[in-house]
């Protein structure tokens, strides 16, 4: 059965950082051989897609949203995605999810795609002015 749980939400303030961890089990393989995603959804928002990550072709995608600000990484040892987030702002507030899917042409999409096959039951950052 697989299995993705993200880690590292919380509260900080504007300008803040935080790293979150999205933990990867029951695949075939690893994560280095999926389409990896971080996804955000704020309250009445639709689910966004902000960054992206193919391993194994060196591929990654930002948003414009968070580019420069966010950098997306995976320890495949570990089998763990990351997300670190700087310079966080108040428009960051919302329910954060990682997502994977065995089509690595996802990764290619941009936006990325919402029809991810795999996902992670979210954590919350809440960033303060």
């Known amino acids: 059965q697989v299995r993705l749980q993200e880690s590292g939400g919380g509260s900080v303030q504007a300008g803040g950082s935080l790293r979150l961890s999205c933990a990867a089990s029951g695949y075939t393989g690893t994560i280095n051989d999926y389409c990896m995603g971080w996804y955000r959804q704020a309250p009445g928002k639709e689910r966004e897609g902000i960054a992206g990550i193919y391993v194994r072709a060196s591929s990654r995608y930002y948003a414009d949203s968070v580019r420069g600000r966010f950098t997306i990484s995976a320890d495949n040892a570990k089998n763990t995605l990351y997300l670190q987030m700087t310079n966080l702002q108040p428009e960051d507030t919302a329910m954060y999810y990682c997502?994977?899917?065995?089509?690595?042409?996802?990764?290619?999409?941009?936006?990325?795609?919402?029809?991810?096959?795999?996902w992670g039951q979210g954590t919350q950052v809440t960033v303060s002015s």
């Open positions: 997502a994977a899917d065995s089509s690595t042409s996802n990764c290619y999409l941009h936006p990325l795609p919402t029809n991810f096959g795999d």
